[in-house]
């Protein structure tokens, strides 16, 4: 191991499980000398990404958070993806949550949120939060579009996993349900995280046509209708191709804000249109009398 990665390792102790470290139990913890150790607790002191709260025991310092916020402000998947989810959020029902979720190891994390009403409820994939690759809309959606090597040697890891959320008993199944999710470009979930919601997850492709995260909504059951669920399908969808016209966009060195969508106008108009029209039908109140607009 060199010494970049045993730094890093040493940054890599601090976890929600535990968040405190002193420099004898990471010594202890990584296999290396106090001394060693030492060096490395001073180096990432020193660039603020670990401090001291009491007399021998670090946190994570301040530079997490300074970095959080220049990713949350700059993170090309995340401000090309901002105009589409407040779009999103808008024509959702009522606290609707969307999900901008990338892939991280092997697993998946959420790394931005909106909503057009705040919801009184709380969704597992909260910001910065690892979530299995195998469980839930936002995350099948990813799996389904990743290359086949790479879910095998997934599935040779996490074969148990696979079976229990519905993926499949064997290779042959898993192979056969992620086809059909590819094949349709949606995944929908029905409470496999939390309960009394919907998931649906369309994914994020990178230029080349990896793919590199999802899109989705969780949408609580109680607004969960079969018009509903077709209409965020398809708007999921459309945000989906945004988004990989947006990142091919910038990976050809042009600003994705000030360029025009390829769908030509017709279908912009199209999809401006039905936008409009399904945020009235979603949202529009039972009313005594009718109104027309002059």
């Known amino acids: 191991m060199s010494t970049s990665d045993r730094l890093l390792a040493v940054l890599g102790l601090f976890t929600i499980e535990q968040p405190e470290w002193t420099v004898e139990a990471g010594a202890k913890q990584l296999g290396l000398a106090v001394s060693t150790a030492y060096r490395y607790f001073r ?38 993806a901002l105009p589409t989810m407040k779009r999103l959020a808008e024509l ?4 609707t949550v969307i999900l901008l979720c990338r892939l991280y190891r092997n697993q998946v994390m959420c790394v931005h ?11 597992s994939y909260e910001r910065g939060r690892p979530m299995s690759l195998f469980r839930g809309a936002s995350s099948k959606i990813i799996l389904a579009h990743m290359g086949s090597r790479a879910v095998k040697a997934l599935y040779a890891h996490y074969q148990a996993d696979m079976a229990r959320f519905g993926l499949g008993a064997s290779w042959g199944e898993v192979k056969q349900r992620l086809r059909e999710l590819r094949t349709a470009g949606i ?12 998931g649906i997850a369309a994914p994020v492709l990178a230029a ?19 018009e509903t669920v077709a209409q965020m399908v398809e708007l999921l ?25 390829p769908l030509g106008s017709a279908r912009g108009s199209e999809i401006r249109s039905a936008r409009r029209g399904q945020r009235s039908r ?7 009398t009718k109104q027309s607009r002059k």
């Open 187 to 198: 995944a929908i979930t029905q409470a496999e995280l939390d309960p009394g919601m919907t």
């Open 208 to 226: 080349e046509g990896t793919v590199v995260g999802s899109i989705s909504m969780v949408i609580p059951v109680k607004a969960r209708t079969r």
């Open 237 to 261: 969808r459309d945000a989906g191709k945004e988004m990989h016209w947006a990142l091919s966009v910038l990976a050809a060195g042009y600003d994705a804000k000030s360029s025009q969508m």
């Open 113 to 123: 949120q909106e909503f057009a009403e705040r919801p009184d409820f709380a969704v």
């Open 92 to 95: 959702a029902p009522p606290r």
């Open 43 to 80: 180096s990432l002191s020193r660039a603020g990404l670990i401090i001291t709260f009491s007399t021998g025991r670090y946190v994570l310092g301040p530079a997490i958070t300074q970095y959080d916020r220049q990713m949350r402000l700059l993170d090309p998947l995340i401000t090309n």
């Open 282 to 288: 979603i949202h529009a109140k039972p009313r005594g």
